[in-house]
């Protein structure tokens, strides 16, 4: 098949171009089964997480089916409307996007400034425990963003404030959803996992510029993956 060799700050992405390359080239036919996680493991050369997460990504574009106990099929629509017709749908859109950045560096900076002022071991302890939930899930974007969310509001918990975690916590529906999208489309990966850590690490060591310095480079990264996606599609 002749795959080409990863670059490893891309694994997820290139993965996934290469697998719907290879569908569109008609090496996996629709109505076809592709070959197994681990086949593609041997293949890549890469983690099994990085497979899962590209398959995700076909599988939210309808390019690819997975039955349980059988294994994951090129869908049959392919051969009738082409791979290019299989888009992402944003269900949000870019300014609610920014509108939620800048909430976010509104009252989650407060929140982390004063989570490195006051949070205990305790608290500490609650935010791990949510990092190793995001680990736990990180092949299904729905319990994902659920952990997701409830990292962000660990911290909010962590900043002694009670009015500011209650303001989190009463918007977890929209907020909710903001993570979802953000991880149903652009993806989960192990990427975003270490900027959690990260993050994580930064507020431990109460270094709140650090932390907030890394939000933002994540939520800017975000929103420019967000305008690629949309530009890809006009």
């Known amino acids: 098949m002749g795959l080409n060799s990863i670059d490893k700050q891309n694994i997820v992405n290139?993965?996934?171009e290469q697998l719907k390359e290879n569908i569109a080239n008609g090496n996996w036919a629709p109505g076809s089964k592709i070959p197994s996680e681990s086949q593609l493991q041997k293949m890549f050369n890469v983690s099994r997480v990085s497979i899962r997460s590209a398959i995700?990504?076909?599988?939210?574009?309808?390019?690819v089916v997975t039955y349980q106990g059988k294994g994951t099929f090129?869908?049959?629509?392919?051969?009738?409307i082409g791979i290019n017709d299989f888009n992402l749908i944003?269900?949000?859109?870019e300014k609610e996007f920014l509108d939620m950045m800048v909430f976010r560096q509104t009252i989650e900076y407060k929140c982390i400034d004063l989570a490195?002022?006051?949070a205990t071991k305790e608290d500490f302890e609650n935010i791990e425990e949510t990092l190793n939930q995001m680990f736990r899930y990180r092949d299904d974007y729905k319990k994902y963003s659920e952990a997701d969310f409830n990292f962000h509001l660990a911290i909010a918990k962590a900043s002694k404030n009670t009015v500011f975690y209650h303001v989190v916590h009463s918007i977890r529906d929209l907020y909710y959803q903001y993570l979802e999208e953000l991880n149903r489309?652009?993806?989960v990966t192990l990427e975003s996992i270490e900027v959690h850590l990260q993050l994580f690490r930064a507020i431990q060591n109460r270094d709140a510029e650090k932390a907030k310095e890394i939000l933002n480079k994540a939520m800017e990264d975000n929103i420019e993956s967000i305008k690629k996606i949309k530009d890809s599609k006009k």
């Open 14 to 16: 290139t993965v996934y």
């Open 56 to 63: 995700q990504r076909l599988r939210d574009l309808g390019i």
């Open 74 to 80: 090129v869908s049959e629509k392919i051969g009738k």
């Open 90 to 93: 944003m269900h949000l859109s």
């Open 116 to 118: 490195v002022k006051n």
């Open 185 to 187: 489309v652009i993806g």
